[in-house]
């Protein structure tokens, strides 16, 4: 398994602003995921951050909007530029291992 | 792409009763995972299927991996209050290693009354 903490757990930001998640896990991992989850929703998976390259970015996400850093093995963060109340959302990191994912706890953002 | 497909969306049960939940992909999958959301928190994984007919159980949960490896199920025998929760599939992208992206099905959103 894997323990994989975030912050932060809660914000409530102003459009216009910027707001950047950052998840922690317990121990080095090659592969984490980004995802995004609107209330009683599914999971959308927003990019793939790989150690020492760029981000993958899935359709409809783009970096300008969702940048994110993948300094090493054990950490990356997620800013939500710009934000809109659309952008109202659950944002939650994941890390695979043998084939199963761990997620963190998530971060629960409100825009204004 | 690929598509995921779970029903039903919503599920009200008398505790005591049965549930199931039926996922279906558009393609053949490598491996299909299910997971678990209690309400306020965060998908737990709680099984992967691999081989083509898979069946396992976990206490009062049964899972089953279809003979095509497209479909499967998830069961659960006299359900509880502790059942609550949003239930997911998920089945890696085609070609994606163990360590790959997801596809989630929509889940099914389990509500049990005592």
């Known amino acids: 398994s894997a323990v994989i903490s975030q912050k932060p757990s809660r914000d409530i930001c102003q459009r216009g602003t910027s707001l950047t998640i950052q998840c922690q896990v317990d121990?080095?991992?090659?592969?984490m995921f980004w995802y995004r989850q609107q209330p009683g929703q599914s999971l959308t998976l927003i990019a793939t951050a790989n150690q020492g390259s760029e981000a993958t970015y899935e359709s409809g996400f783009v970096i300008d909007k969702f940048p994110i850093s993948r300094p090493n093995l054990t950490f990356s963060t997620l800013t939500v530029s710009n934000m809109s109340p659309e952008d109202s959302s659950i944002y939650l990191c994941s890390v695979g291992r043998s084939g199963e994912q761990y997620f963190g706890p998530g971060t629960r953002l409100t825009v204004t | 792409g690929q598509q995921v497909m779970q029903i039903p969306q919503y599920q009200h049960v008398q505790e005591g009763e049965d549930f199931t939940t039926y996922c279906n992909s558009s393609?053949?999958?490598?491996?299909i995972q299910w997971y678990k959301q209690r309400p306020g928190g965060h998908p737990v994984f709680l099984i992967q299927l691999v081989k083509s007919g898979e069946v396992k159980k976990q206490k009062r949960l049964t899972f089953q991996f279809g003979e095509a490896k497209k479909n499967s199920s998830l069961h659960i025998t006299a359900t509880q209050t502790t059942d609550v929760g949003t239930y997911f599939c998920?089945?890696?992208?085609?070609?994606?290693?163990?360590?790959?992206?997801?596809?989630f099905g929509q889940g099914t959103i389990l509500t049990v009354h005592p």
């Open positions: 998920a089945g890696p992208d085609a070609g994606g290693t163990s360590y790959g992206k997801l596809t």
């Open positions: 121990s080095q991992v090659t592969m």
């Open positions: 393609t053949t999958l490598s491996n």
